[in-house]
């Protein structure tokens, strides 16, 4: 994950770009309105209002002080909502709004106009002797009639906000939200076109025999969630220093302050510069991100969920609506090939041996949590047979196919014991069989 990806995620990086864009028009109008003589036709000077120094001062001190206070109004609004996410839906949904563009625009519009607003009448004075009642005063005419424009542009925005925040609340926008990055997230990490290697091998032999004896570890700088792995960069590391890293860690694991993240092997070339290097390599923060996490965007549905099912909220139709959504990422998950822990470089030396996070152990993680959670909801649990159908349908791997077929006899079991009525278990008992043999097909 780059810096700039980093910076596109923090809530108060548009509106800084919107408020220095607004002190950038604000100097480049008021050098126009100053040493550029404009000849407008006359049809144009009827749209440009001359109000004088009083009138101008007037307008952009009510522009400026509505700006801000309508400002703070949304910005009220956005920690109410962030609240309700919060404690209805789950905590970690809240990335999901501090990253959104049309909250961060809103705020960066009104913060904006407000700014700009206060350095055009600032730029209203008179020129030579202040005290001199003869003396001209400096109105410019073009930058007030912008912020008059930037009036009716934020009125404009209040309106389109007030649609946008009582859409985003809604939990088929949540849910479609996460689908939609962890659709982004599944293409990222395991591309359409990605083929098998011919030096890919399964047999864990071809690490050195005595690699936890003999390697040198690397270690945590501090606690936190792995982010990120940039993994060219290790491998150019690996191969510079003529050395094979072993990570023990994968996107979306927790470390501790002194926790081994890799292990560098010959002993001998793994240099302190070499395990600086390779530390580098791994971004470790306080909270988890799905840029390369695939498994967390499994778990913010997941979570959406289990949560829904919560005695307090008793909703299995929103946690129906989450498994369906799970259903379509895992479902293309399934699909793509997963690539081989084992990196070579050119020479077809391997240099990095690095778990991913699969399907089979995503799949398996959100039908233990609906198992565990759901089983006194016949509505979830069928909803869960539906997800096992759907990415057990067209997977290719085997695995997967098995772990789902072990699935399902977990979640019938929990069924039967759940103590349903005699005529739900029997209909369950039916879906159940129905999906055995779809999956038995495949």
């Not at 008021?30 to 007037?58: C, H, K, M, N, T």
């Not at 349908?393 to 079991?413: G, I, K, P, S, W």
Request: glycine share 6%.
């Amino acid at each position: 994950m780059t810096a700039l990806q980093r910076l596109r995620e923090r809530f108060w990086f548009l509106p800084a770009v919107l408020c220095l864009l607004a002190v950038l028009m604000v100097e480049v109008l008021i050098w126009v309105d100053r040493d550029v003589e404009l000849s407008l036709p006359g049809w144009a000077e009827v749209f440009l209002y001359r109000v004088g120094e009083s009138g101008s001062r007037d307008l952009l001190g009510a522009i400026a002080g509505s700006s801000l206070a309508v400002a703070g109004t949304t910005f009220s609004i956005t920690m109410a909502v962030l609240a309700l996410t919060s404690s209805t839906y789950g905590p970690r949904l809240i990335r999901n709004f501090m990253a959104d563009r049309g909250n961060q625009a809103v705020l960066g519009v009104y913060v904006a106009t407000f700014l700009y607003a206060l350095l055009v009448l600032r730029s209203v004075r008179a020129l030579g002797d202040p005290g001199d009642p003869e003396a001209d005063v400096f109105v410019p005419h073009l930058a007030v009639n912008v912020a008059v424009l930037l009036a009716v542009l934020n009125v404009a925005v209040l309106i389109w906000f007030i649609h946008h925040i009582s859409d985003s609340i809604q939990v088929s926008t949540i849910a479609r939200r996460v689908r939609d990055e962890l659709h982004a997230t599944v293409e990222r990490l395991y591309p359409e076109p990605v083929g098998r290697d011919e030096r890919e091998v399964e047999d864990e032999d071809v690490l050195p025999a005595r690699l936890d004896e003999e390697g040198v570890t690397v270690r945590a700088a501090h606690p936190g969630y792995v982010t990120s792995v940039a993994h060219e960069k290790l491998l150019e590391v690996a191969r510079e220093a003529d050395v094979l890293v072993d990570l023990r860690i994968h996107p979306g694991s927790y470390v501790l302050g002194d926790g081994v993240i890799a292990v560098v092997h010959p002993p001998e070339a793994a240099g302190e510069e070499v395990l600086e290097a390779v530390g580098a390599t791994i971004g470790v923060s306080v909270a988890r991100s799905p840029y390369q996490d695939v498994s967390f965007a499994v778990q913010q549905l997941t979570e959406l969920a289990v949560r829904a099912l919560s005695p307090g909220t008793n909703d299995p139709f929103t946690a129906v609506n989450a498994l369906d959504d799970l259903s379509s990422g895992l479902a293309l998950l399934a699909q793509r090939e997963m690539p081989s822990p084992y990196r070579y470089d050119r020479d077809g030396v391997l240099r990095v041996h690095a778990p991913f996070a699969g399907a089979v152990e995503l799949t398996s993680g959100v039908l233990d949590n609906v198992r565990w959670y759901a089983a006194a909801s016949p509505a979830v649990m069928s909803a869960a047979l539906d997800l096992v159908r759907r990415v057990g349908r067209d997977t290719a791997h085997r695995a997967v196919r098995a772990r789902l077929l072990a699935q399902v006899r977990l979640l019938e079991e929990a069924f039967v014991r759940a103590e349903h009525q005699q005529h739900d278990v029997e209909l369950f008992t039916a879906r159940a069989r129905d999906t055995v043999q779809v999956l038995s097909r495949a």
